[in-house]
C-alpha cells in the first residue's frame, strides 16, 4: 500500500512557474514508477509525465514538453514537478500516481495508486 499526497498547487500568473510535490508514504516508494497527471473541469483525466523507479527515464505529454520537469529522490519519498511557462490551459487539478509496472504506459488505468490532487490555476 502506498499514500500518495501533494502539494504546491495555487495561483499563477501566464508564464510563471510552480513546483508540485507529491510525498509518499512506506518503505518500497523506489519499487514504483511515478507519474503526475491533471484533469480540467469536463475532461478527462490526461497524462502530463513520468519517471522510471530510478529516476534515469522519463517521459511526457507533447503538451507539456520543454516546460515541464519531472524528478524524484528515493530517500525523502518524493516526487515533484516543476511547471515554468505555464500557459492558461494548464489549469487543472494534477495528481501523482504509482505504478508498479516497468512499462511505460499513459493510460491512467495502468496505475496502482493515486493522491488527492492539488489544484493549479494559471490565470491570462
Known amino acids: 500500500q502506498v499514500q500518495l499526497v501533494e502539494s504546491g498547487g495555487g495561483l499563477v500568473q501566464a508564464g510563471g512557474s510552480l513546483r508540485l510535490s507529491c510525498a509518499a508514504s512506506?518503505?518500497?516508494?523506489?519499487?514504483?514508477?511515478m507519474g503526475w497527471f491533471r484533469q480540467a473541469p469536463g475532461k478527462e483525466r490526461e497524462f502530463a509525465a513520468r519517471?522510471?523507479?530510478?529516476?534515469?527515464?522519463?517521459y511526457y505529454a507533447d503538451s507539456v514538453k520543454g516546460r515541464f520537469i519531472i524528478s524524484r529522490d528515493n530517500a525523502k519519498n518524493t516526487v515533484y514537478l516543476e511547471m515554468n511557462s505555464l500557459k492558461p490551459e494548464d489549469t487543472a487539478v494534477y495528481y501523482c500516481?504509482?505504478?508498479?509496472?516497468?512499462?511505460?504506459?499513459?493510460?491512467?488505468?495502468?496505475?496502482?495508486?493515486w493522491g488527492q490532487g492539488t489544484q493549479v490555476t494559471v490565470s491570462s
Open positions: 519517471i522510471s523507479r530510478s529516476g534515469g527515464g522519463t
Open positions: 512506506g518503505r518500497t516508494f523506489s519499487s514504483y514508477a
Open positions: 500516481a504509482a505504478d508498479r509496472r516497468q512499462i511505460t504506459t499513459t493510460d491512467p488505468k495502468k496505475y496502482d495508486y
